[in-house]
């Protein structure tokens, strides 16, 4: 099998949707009173648009590290912490569980304290406040709206590329009448950027599920992610999920695929590894969380 993995940045994978995506939301800002961007906790830094703060301006916006039950619990407070010293207003939640999700009005209202004292001055404290949930593809923006709404609004998935168009959507009012603001939340599809300056974030992204399989070599992506898993300590991890001695799980990303492919029966006709098929359930387990919490990139990472 060849161990070679194609650089994120060889791969044509900008598509025209997403060209169309940044001119909605840009036509969309004066709409708005702020930006909420979805980040996913496991790798906070390369699921940031480069872009969005150019595209939003001086637009407040809120940071949601999503996911945060797939990532360790001490790296997340790490990276909120790094967040918060810089000014930022942010949240480690979860939409799929609900956790964290109580602190988002409470987070909506410091974000925007000065415009809605304003508003309450002015006689319109009622005017509801609206949002623009934006994100890499499958940071969880429709299922932060499903939550908010209370009902299955938005259509979502663990895959990227499913919101389509941007959508409005109210939210019901929860929590203690004092607390309590009435919003708008607008779902845009994910976007992407045009290229990746740093192809270990292409490599994270196509890891976690934000860019799609099928333009991918997945064989070559899971023993990348072998490597790196073996890098930021998650040995053991591997070896107890697929049920392998310690010290197969410290070969070569190519070599461990294989030997994973073995643990789990998946053969081809005459004997041989599917690899093939034994990189789809290594990705898969990676994004639905069965290799446990995994966080794979931290504060100090970033230059």
Not at 30 to 35: E, F, I, K, N, T
Request: with cysteine; glycine share 8%.
């Amino acid at each position: 099998m060849d161990e070679r993995i194609t650089a994120p940045e060889q791969v044509q994978w900008f598509p025209g949707h997403m060209a169309k995506t940044r001119r909605l939301m840009k036509e969309s800002l004066p709409l708005v009173d702020a930006v909420v961007e979805l980040r996913d906790a496991r790798v906070p830094e390369s699921s940031r648009n480069p872009e969005l703060n150019t595209l939003i301006g001086a637009k407040p916006k809120l940071i949601l590290l999503n996911k945060c039950d797939l990532a360790e619990e001490a790296a997340t407070n790490r990276w909120l912490a790094a967040l918060r010293e810089s000014g930022t207003v942010a949240l480690a939640v979860d939409c799929r569980s609900g956790k964290g999700i109580n602190a988002f009005t409470p987070a909506v209202r410091l974000l925007l304290r000065e415009q809605l004292s304003h508003r309450a001055a002015r006689g319109m404290a009622g005017k509801p406040v609206r949002l623009m949930v934006a994100g890499v593809p499958n940071t969880g923006k429709s299922s932060l709206i499903n939550r908010l709404a209370g009902r299955t609004r938005a259509e979502a998935a663990d895959k990227p590329g499913v919101t389509r168009q941007n959508r409005w959507y109210p939210i019901r009012e929860t929590g203690r009448r004092s607390a309590q603001i009435t919003m708008e939340l607008l779902d845009t599809p994910g976007v992407l950027w045009p290229k990746f300056e740093d192809p270990a974030v292409g490599e994270r992204l196509a890891f976690l599920g934000a860019i799609k399989d099928d333009i991918l070599d997945v064989e070559a992506l899971a023993c990348r992610l072998l490597e790196v898993l073996k890098a930021r300590g998650y040995t053991r991890r591997v070896s107890e999920r697929y049920k392998l001695p310690a010290e197969a799980a410290a070969q070569p990303g190519w070599q461990l695929l294989e030997v994973i492919a073995h643990a789990r029966g998946m053969r081809l006709p005459g004997g041989e590894p599917d690899t093939f098929r034994a990189a789809g359930t290594l990705l898969d387990e990676l994004r639905g969380g069965r290799l446990g919490r995994i966080t794979l990139e931290l504060p100090e990472d970033v230059v």
